[in-house]
């Protein structure tokens, strides 16, 4: 015992420091696939906020607090910081497995914003959570070693910098993907030519660009439906949704058309038929709302390239759908059989649609009755001269020219 000032009292020892740990490649790696799975979900909150203002600033919260982590652990490594960047991925991830695994939020998903280019954006922040809480949990027990050699270090860096370049170049698409839209739709009031509201399914508000021809009078519209194989794309014209939905219909308006290109909900965010709904739900908008757009609804076309051809046919074969002309490029026309299809559209298709053969079968247009469709343009695609025959033997106009606007020009005039 100690005596100060006639009292006495115990002796305490000075507390230790925390062990600093070495900034080695799993930290890293940890570090920066924490920081690229709450960047993403943090690119997707302006367009949250238009939409659900609770979740957004829930998940604002969350993807700072995981930043401030990510901060903590590179600027102090110890297994304290370690444990708390393991805290703020777990609470990340418990963000997301309502959402999708456990499928709870089906009217309320509050993911849907990040997906809008990408379907499996936010699967995407959900694998590098797992790889920063994995990682920050094996750093947080690992003993230290104050004087690794040379060897150590180096062939440590070597074996784990492949994984650390793909979780930054996937947090950084991922990031891009999900801010598309930051910009927001731009839904505004009909008769401005721009951009409209089209259809809100699940209360996830979907975006039409509408373009119409010079010169007065109704004129006839073509719906586009962009490609991506269901998992990519979207409407706008440039960006990265462009970049991965192929063709646009440039030259349409030019000929008198007016073009109405839309987004719809992407796979596996958004199971099939959601993408078939959405698009039958921009076909109904642009029948009742034909007058406010000037736009003629006894003259509605369809076109899609890709799966969004595939959509196309889908729509012109509905019962009671009054479309004049359909429309599909490059696009396959069924998922009944995969004999001789390649392994990566295969993957995507199963990715998509998944492996149900009910659902396969549904979106497959050569399983439908052709009897009463419009006029078609089939050109290309997987199962598509078989698709053509089919429309033929009922008894529909079939063309294989690839000239869009000149088919159209013929069966809308």
């Known amino acids: 015992m100690k005596v100060v000032d006639g009292q006495r009292s115990a002796y305490r020892p000075p507390t230790p420091s925390p062990t600093p740990l070495r900034r080695g490649p799993v930290l890293v790696t940890a570090a920066f696939a924490g920081l690229g799975g709450a960047l993403i979900p943090a690119a997707a909150v302006p367009a949250l906020w238009r939409i659900w203002q609770l979740y957004a600033m829930l998940f604002g919260a969350v993807a700072a607090v995981e930043v401030v982590a990510v901060v903590a652990v590179l600027g102090w490594p110890t297994r304290k910081t370690a444990r708390f960047g393991a805290l703020t991925a777990f609470a990340a991830l418990a963000l997301w497995v309502p959402s999708r695994p456990l499928g709870l939020l089906v009217r309320l998903d509050p993911w849907q914003p990040a997906d809008?280019?990408?379907?499996?954006?936010d699967y995407v922040a959900a694998g590098l959570q797992v790889i920063a809480l994995f990682g920050f949990l094996v750093v947080a027990r690992r003993r230290a070693h104050p004087r690794p050699s040379a060897l150590r270090r180096v062939s440590a860096w070597i074996v784990l910098s492949p994984v650390l370049l793909l979780v930054i170049a996937t947090g950084a698409a991922g990031t891009v993907a999900a801010g598309d839209g930051i910009r927001g739709t731009g839904a505004s009031a009909l008769l401005d030519g721009g951009t409209v509201e089209y259809c809100?399914?699940?209360?996830?508000?979907?975006?039409m660009d509408l373009r119409r021809p010079a010169g007065p009078g109704p004129a006839p519209v073509v719906l586009f439906l962009h490609g991506g194989g269901l998992l990519f794309g979207?409407?706008?014209?440039?960006?990265?949704?462009?970049?991965?939905?192929?063709?646009?219909?440039?030259?349409l308006t030019a000929r008198g058309f007016a073009v109405a290109s839309i987004d719809y909900r992407l796979a596996p965010a958004a199971r099939w038929p959601s993408p078939l709904e959405d698009a039958r739900c921009a076909v109904r908008f642009l029948e009742t709302n034909a007058t406010a757009l000037a736009i003629d609804p006894a003259r509605i076309a369809v076109w899609g390239t890709g799966a969004g051809g595939t959509l196309a046919a889908l729509v012109a074969l509905t019962p009671g759908t009054h479309i004049r002309a359909a429309a599909a490029l490059a696009a396959p026309a069924a998922f009944t059989d995969f004999r001789g299809m390649d392994t990566l559209t295969r993957a995507s298709v199963l990715l998509a649609l998944g492996r149900a053969p009910a659902t396969l079968r549904s979106a497959s247009p050569l399983t439908y009755p052709a009897v009463g469709a419009p006029p078609f343009l089939v050109?290309?695609?997987?199962?598509?001269?078989?698709?053509?025959?089919?429309l033929r033997q009922a008894g529909v106009t079939v063309t294989t020219s690839p000239d869009v606007a000149a088919f159209f020009a013929a069966a809308l005039r």
């Open 116 to 121: 809008t280019v990408v379907g499996f954006t």
């Open 379 to 390: 050109a290309g695609g997987w199962k598509s001269a078989e698709f053509a025959d089919h």
């Open 234 to 251: 979207n409407r706008k014209p440039s960006g990265p949704g462009a970049l991965l939905a192929g063709t646009r219909p440039d030259e």
């Open 200 to 207: 809100r399914p699940g209360g996830v508000p979907l975006a």
